[in-house]
């Protein structure tokens, strides 16, 4: 017999299991009818870690900003393995990088920035922030996130 399943696993659920070297794309069933060129995002979302319940936040933040979630690509970096940013801006070619608990040395970027500030570099704007759990769990770093955010998709 030659017949095959096809599973297909949620992208937090993927994230637990892969944390350390996860690379996802999120796109769901309906989005499907959507042309590739329509479903490409300027947005990139780096994080160090990512949880069911980190990936639900994470989407309400892009809502919030009137952003499609299923069309961000989000990638686990891992402080151990380096990702670089060139290869980064290579693949996704984003014009925002927002960053949670990911610092701009952990991509080998050449610039320094503190939290909340948006900074170009390479004609790309990159938002750092503290991790999803802490923005969760404080509504002062919240607040702080969201009028960045305000301020990088105005």
């Known amino acids: 017999m030659n017949s095959r399943t096809t599973i297909k696993l949620p992208p937090a659920l993927l994230a637990e299991l892969y944390k350390n070297d ?4 999120s796109h769901s069933e309906a989005d499907s009818t959507e042309s590739d060129s ?22 309400n933040i892009l809502k919030a900003c009137k952003l499609n979630p299923s069309t961000i690509p989000v990638v686990v970096v891992s402080k151990e393995k380096k990702t ?24 080998n970027l050449p610039i320094h920035f503190p939290p909340f500030q948006i900074q170009s570099f390479n004609n790309i704007q990159f938002l750092c922030s503290p991790s999803l759990s802490q923005l969760e769990s404080d509504k002062e770093l919240k607040k702080k996130l969201w009028q960045s955010l305000q301020h990088l998709y105005a």
């Open 22 to 25: 996860l690379i996802f794309e």
């Open 84 to 107: 670089e940013h060139t290869a980064l801006e290579e693949q996704y070619q984003p014009k925002r990088v927002l960053l949670f608990e990911v610092e701009p040395h952990d991509i």
């Open 38 to 59: 329509t479903a490409h995002s300027d947005t990139l979302v780096l994080t160090s870690v990512t949880s069911p319940a980190n990936q639900v936040f994470l989407e």
